[in-house]
């Protein structure tokens, strides 16, 4: 990792001349920023010069949207504020993506960008671009500072702002004049923040009124979202599962928020999530949502989802509620709190026919593939790496079939062990978030499961980890295909699989060339031998798994369809 500064920056609070270049650090280290990412250009010399002698460990990426995608993932590992900086123009422009991953999850992030100098915005100057413009509809908040007065401020509203709330990425655009210029002044914590509340207490009421209708359910589920993970309300969670006996199913975002080794554990619910949990939602009188959004993924045909159920929803966005699915019994506030108190109203019932037929569901339906196979299956991968690391890695994935299938068959037990792009679907998240991963969490063990064409996209990052000596383990589910495209293909357009299949380079010598262990794995029998070399590994280390090239994810919940009317149940059955 980046090495630690020769001395500590002076403190925000003391009256002295500073350039605003000292300020943002200063409020940076005020703020408990111990690391950053980013990538140094023209106007953002300045910063990066203070920074140099910041207390700050500092990670370089290779571009900007892996730093962007590294931050991201640090904030979701640790629950702080994930902090990336980029120059102007280009620089900023690279972060596009990055930001609206994390505007998507619901992941504080705070953005620092560079600005060419206040008199020349809007000239088309140099590596110019309208930062803040192209930005807002990715940002939770994002603001320009043109006058040194307001830029500790504005960067402490910032973090706040990230922070709070729903959480998301907040960008600040810092003009290289203010950065430069010099300001004689006492900082000031106050923040201007008129039209900024924060609701985290339920209504009294409302939760009464929950607590009553769990009580009157026989047939209830709770389905969780990540939003349970940010307020820390694992503990919450399994003590109002337990104590009502409930079953819980969880979103992509929400895995990890309940351990999946449970009775009570649904797993995943959705487009490819578990029949059990889509039958269990589809038949239940009852659905307490919480810190969930009614994704499309999740809902499917909306007009026919969970049709037998009153609703609860507890979430701290109120504009949230009754966005997607009309509610019932809607609980503004923070999910933490909610959930204790719920705890504490609601009554142990049995439930004993609705967890006989939950349980009938799960042996009919379970995850499965063809063991029988000679090839290597990507589930069985899946399934090695969890036997051996005990369920307690973090895993990070891509987008596409290596991100369904590593949400299927590796059983998570902890909040935040399961990092990945869910609302946005960004390819090419895996590996960065790795990195950024590990930073948070230097004793994990964290494991990429990726696709071979999610690597593909930023592969570079993989110099980064080598050069910080991070350890993170990349495992390739290589079929060759741009794998969900290709299943969509063979089922709706006819197996022309036009452009899904491209040629890949040997991951293996990529790995050793930039510093890191490379493998290859062709045979299924090897698989257990790789694996476990691969945890033994101290440094980056690439396992390039050769899987069955049109292996498909089961089940499936086709585009407009209900969540009962799901594909490849068939097949699960057969395979018994």
Not at 71 to 83: N, P
């Amino acid at each position: 990792m980046a090495s630690k500064s020769r001395r500590s920056a002076g403190s925000a609070g003391q009256s002295a001349v500073k350039t605003g270049a000292q300020i943002i650090v200063d409020t940076l280290i005020e703020q408990g920023v111990e690391t950053m990412f980013g990538y140094t250009g023209g106007v953002v010399l300045p910063l990066f010069d203070k920074l140099y002698d910041a207390p700050i460990n500092f990670i370089v990426p290779r571009h900007e949207q892996g730093g962007c995608h590294m931050a991201d993932a640090y904030a979701r590992a640790s629950g702080k504020v994930g902090v990336i900086v980029a120059t102007s123009g280009p620089g900023a422009c690279n972060l596009v993506t990055g930001l609206a991953t994390a505007m998507m999850d619901s992941v504080p992030m705070v953005a620092l960008t560079g600005q060419v100098r206040t008199e020349l915005i809007g000239n088309d100057a140099f590596q110019e671009a309208d930062t803040t413009g192209i930005t807002r509809p990715v940002t939770k908040y994002n603001s320009i500072v043109k006058d040194i007065k307001d830029l500790a401020r504005t960067i402490r509203e910032a973090f706040h702002i990230a922070s709070t709330g729903r959480p998301g990425p907040v960008l600040v655009d810092l003009p290289v004049d203010v950065a430069v210029s010099k300001y004689n002044a006492k900082d000031s914590s106050e923040m201007k923040l008129p039209g900024y509340r924060i609701f985290a207490k339920g209504h009294a009421k409302q939760v009464a009124s929950a607590a009553k209708a769990i009580n009157k359910s026989k047939r209830p589920v709770l389905y969780v979202g990540g939003g349970v993970i940010t307020a820390n309300a694992a503990k919450e969670l399994r003590e109002l599962a337990e104590k009502a006996h409930i079953p819980v199913t969880m979103t992509l975002l929400g895995l990890g928020s309940y351990d999946q080794r449970k009775p009570e554990s649904l797993d995943m619910l959705g487009m490819h999530g578990s029949a059990y949990a889509n039958y269990a939602v589809q038949e239940c009188d009852l659905l307490i949502a919480v810190g969930a959004r009614f994704d499309d993924r999740v809902t499917g045909k909306i007009e026919t989802f969970a049709p037998h159920a009153m609703t609860i929803h507890i979430d701290i966005d109120p504009s949230s509620i009754s966005k997607n699915v009309r509610v019932d019994i809607p609980v503004v506030g923070d999910a933490k709190i909610i959930l204790g108190e719920l705890a504490q109203q609601v009554e142990y019932q049995e439930r004993e026919d609705w967890f006989k037929k939950i349980a009938e569901w799960k042996k009919k339906f379970a995850f499965r593939y063809d063991q029988n196979s000679t090839t290597i299956k990507p589930q069985y991968v899946i399934e090695e790496i969890c036997r051996q690391t005990t369920n307690k890695a973090v895993i990070t994935t891509g987008v596409g079939q290596n991100q369904m299938w590593a949400a299927q068959f590796y059983k998570f037990i902890e909040p935040r062990q399961f990092i990945s792009s869910g609302g946005l679907g960004t390819m090419g998240f895996g590996l960065p978030a790795a990195i950024g991963a590990q930073v948070a969490k230097p004793r994990a063990t964290v494991i990429d499961i990726d696709g071979d064409h999610s690597f593909n996209m930023t592969m570079t990052e993989l110099a980064t980890a080598v050069e910080h000596n991070l350890p993170i383990k990349v495992c390739i589910l290589n079929n060759g295909y741009m794998g969900m495209v290709r299943q969509w293909q063979e089922l709706f357009y006819g197996k022309r699989y036009s452009k899904s299949y491209l040629k890949n380079p040997d991951y293996e010598a990529i790995a050793k060339a930039m510093g890191a262990v490379g493998m290859t794995v062709e045979k299924k029998d090897d698989v257990p031998g790789a694996v476990k070399k691969m945890l033994a590994e101290k440094k980056p280390c690439v396992v390039d798994f050769r899987v069955e090239a049109e292996e498909n994810v089961w089940p499936m919940v086709p585009a407009g369809k209900s969540l009962s009317e799901m594909d490849g149940l068939d097949i699960l059955e057969r395979l018994i």
